[in-house]
C-alpha cells in the first residue's frame, strides 16, 4: 500500500462514503487505495502466470504436454454493499487480467461508485461488452445472471443464505462458483499476549466499518487470569470511539448502512438484554448532528452470554462485540469452532508454537497470528463451512476465472 495513501479526498472517496456510510478517512486511507492496489497487481501476475510444461519418456517417443490457462467467456459478479468499490475490483481485475468479459452487478444499496468505475472504464477505451454494470435487485438482477445460459462462472460475495441460493442455481446448469460469504470471526487471547496490542487491535477488529466488514471479530476469547484486567482496557478505548458524520475526520464510526440493517443490529442487543446479559457499553442508537436521519449505532460490548444464544451463532454484522472467558487452550479451540462459520481468527501469545498449534486447530480459511487484517495478495482468501468455498487471491483467482487446458503430443 505503500505510496498509495491519498492525499486529499477525491470525488470517489466522498461517494464511497456518502454512499455506504464509512468514515470518509476508511474511505480515503484504505479502501479507494486498495482498488488502484487490486489492479496493479492482477496486472503485473498475469504477465508471469505461465504456462506449465512437461515431458515423460514413453516406449519409443517422448509426449510433451503443456497447460494452458484459457478465458471462460463471460463471468458473472455480484459484489456486496459493505466494501462496494474495494471488493468489485478485487474480482474484476483477476477476471479481466485472464480475458474475460465481465457482467457485474453492484449492491443496490451502494451502487454509485460502481458506476464511476465503468465511466472510467469507459474513458480508458475498454471495448463495448467487455465490462458490463447492471443495477437492480439481488431477486431479479442477481438471479438473471446466476441463471444465464451465457454466463459460465459466478464469483458472490455476500450472505450466506443468499450464497445458498446461488449455489443452487448455478450447480443445476454447471456453473463454476467461488462463494465468500458469511463469518463470526474470534479472537483468542492467550495471558502471555503482547497485552496493549491484542487490546488496540482488538478494538480495530470489532469496530472498523462499524463492523460491517467480514473480517471483522465479533467474538472475543480472553484467558480467565486475564479477562478483568482485558475487559477494563478494552472498554475504555471502545467507549472513546467517536460515532460520527462519515466525512468529519475525527469521527471514528459512521452510519450502518441502512434503517433495516441498524434494526437488525439493535434486535440482537435486545436480545442479549433478554438473556440477562451484561451491555458493558453502547447499546443503543445514535443521533448524530448535522446527520439526521442516519443510521448510527453506539460501539457494543456484550458478556455474560452463553455460548450457544443466536448473539453467539449468528452473524451480526454491526459493531458489537461479544467478549468471554476461558481457561485452558483446548477449551479456547472448542469455543472458537462451535458456530457454524469459518471465515477468519485472530490468535495472540508470545509462544510461537502455541500460536501455530492453535491455529492449525481452527476450522477457518484465514487465522492471523498477533495480527489482523494483514493481507497479502497473493496467498488465498475464504472460508470453510457455511462461510463459502472456492478462494480469492493470488493465482488462486486467476485459476478460478479461467479454463485449464491439458494439451499432450507425441514427437
Not at 465503468?118 to 441463471?147: C, D, K, R, W
Not at 461479544?322 to 495472540?348: K, R
Request: neutral net charge; contains cysteine; charged residues 20%.
Amino acid at each position: 500500500m505503500a505510496g498509495l495513501k491519498l492525499r486529499a479526498p477525491t470525488v470517489q472517496t466522498k461517494a464511497e462514503s456518502q454512499d455506504q456510510g464509512k468514515t470518509l478517512k476508511q474511505a480515503q486511507e484504505l479502501e479507494i487505495p486498495r482498488c488502484v492496489t487490486n489492479l496493479r497487481y492482477y496486472a503485473g501476475l498475469v504477465v508471469n502466470f505461465h504456462e506449465i510444461s512437461t515431458e515423460m519418456e514413453i516406449p519409443g517417443a517422448i509426449s510433451h504436454s503443456n497447460v494452458r490457462h484459457e478465458p471462460i467467456g463471460v463471468v458473472g459478479i455480484i459484489s456486496p454493499w459493505n466494501l462496494p468499490l474495494y471488493l468489485l475490483t478485487w474480482k474484476i481485475a483477476p477476471a479481466l487480467a485472464m480475458g474475460n468479459c465481465i457482467v457485474a452487478k453492484p449492491s443496490e444499496l451502494t451502487s454509485l461508485t460502481a458506476y464511476m468505475l465503468l465511466e472510467l472504464f469507459s474513458a480508458a477505451g475498454f471495448p463495448p461488452g467487455v465490462m458490463n454494470v447492471v443495477f437492480g435487485y439481488g431477486n431479479t438482477v442477481g438471479q438473471a445472471i446466476v441463471g444465464h445460459s451465457g454466463i459460465s462462472a459466478i464469483s458472490f460475495t455476500g450472505g450466506t443464505a443468499t450464497g445458498r441460493t446461488i449455489a443452487a442455481t448455478a450447480a443445476s446448469r454447471g456453473k463454476k462458483v467461488s462463494l465468500e460469504l458469511g463469518g463470526k470471526n474470534p479472537a483468542i487471547i492467550f495471558e502471555d499476549c503482547d497485552f496493549e496490542a491484542a487490546v488496540n487491535t482488538s478494538v480495530r477488529a470489532g469496530f472498523s466499518n462499524q463492523g460491517e466488514i467480514c473480517l471483522c471479530c465479533s467474538r472475543i476469547y480472553v484467558q480467565r487470569s486475564i479477562y478483568e484486567k482485558f475487559l477494563d482496557a478494552f472498554a475504555a478505548r471502545v467507549s472513546a470511539l467517536k460515532v460520527g458524520d462519515p466525512l468529519d475526520s475525527s469521527s471514528d464510526m459512521g452510519a450502518l448502512v441502512s434503517k433495516a440493517h441498524q434494526e437488525k443490529v439493535l434486535s440482537y442487543i435486545d436480545l442479549a438484554r433478554g438473556e440477562k446479559a451484561q451491555i458493558l457499553c453502547g447499546g443503543s442508537a445514535v443521533s448524530v448532528s448535522g446527520c439526521e436521519g442516519g443510521f448510527f449505532v453506539s460501539p457494543t460490548i456484550i458478556t455474560g452470554v452463553s455460548q450457544k444464544s443466536r448473539v453467539i451463532q449468528e452473524e451480526i454484522f454491526g459493531p458489537v462485540v461479544c467478549v468471554m472467558p476461558f481457561d485452558t487452550e483446548e477449551e479456547a479451540v472448542m469455543l472458537a469452532n462451535d458456530v457454524e462459520y469459518g471465515l477468519a481468527a485472530s490468535v495472540w501469545t508470545s509462544d510461537g508454537k502455541r500460536g501455530q498449534r492453535v491455529a492449525r486447530g481452527i476450522k477457518s480459511g484465514v487465522v492471523w497470528i498477533n495480527c489482523w487484517m494483514v493481507r497479502d495478495l497473493a496467498t488465498p482468501f475464504g472460508g470453510v463451512k457455511s462461510s463459502g468455498y472456492g478462494r480469492e487471491g493470488g493465482t488462486y483467482a486467476l485459476e478460478f476465472f479461467s479454463d485449464t487446458k491439458s494439451i499432450t503430443a507425441i514427437c
